[in-house]
């Protein structure tokens, strides 16, 4: 199994920026890729964005495109959220999670293990 923990979620005003992490621990040699999707309330599950364990390919929503980066620490097993120019309809929980699926994927049923989340509120 894999252990994922979130971090860095909070309250910032619209224009602002704020920075996930999410560290992996376990069986983190079955990691291919990892992402980060978000969850507003009474909407789906949505994806944000993704990356390669190796050698640290990126997929974005176009939400988010030119906006967040992610990017990866494989020393620390922990992965980035850097997201910039917040929106208010940017608020939403956000969800790490892993897949072993060999490919590139946005959908979240390739994704197999998940963090517990942490909220990002976005004030206009």
């Known amino acids: 199994q894999v252990q994922l923990v979130e971090s860095g979620g909070g309250f910032v005003q619209a224009g602002g920026s704020l920075r996930l992490s999410c560290a992996a621990s376990?069986?983190?040699?079955?990691?291919?890729?990892m992402g980060w999707f978000r969850q507003a309330p009474g909407k789906e599950r949505e994806f944000v964005s993704a990356?390669?364990?190796?050698?640290?390919?990126?997929s974005h929503a176009d939400s988010v495109l030119g906006r967040f980066i992610i990017s990866i620490d494989n020393a620390k097993n922990t992965v980035y959220l850097e997201m910039n120019s917040l929106k208010p309809e940017d608020t939403a929980v956000y969800y790490c999670a892993t897949s072993s699926v060999r490919r590139m994927s946005q959908d979240r049923d390739m994704y197999n293990y998940w963090g517990q989340g942490t909220q990002v509120t976005v004030s206009s």
């Open positions: 376990g069986r983190t040699y079955s990691i291919y890729a």
């Open positions: 990356i390669t364990w190796s050698p640290g390919t990126t």
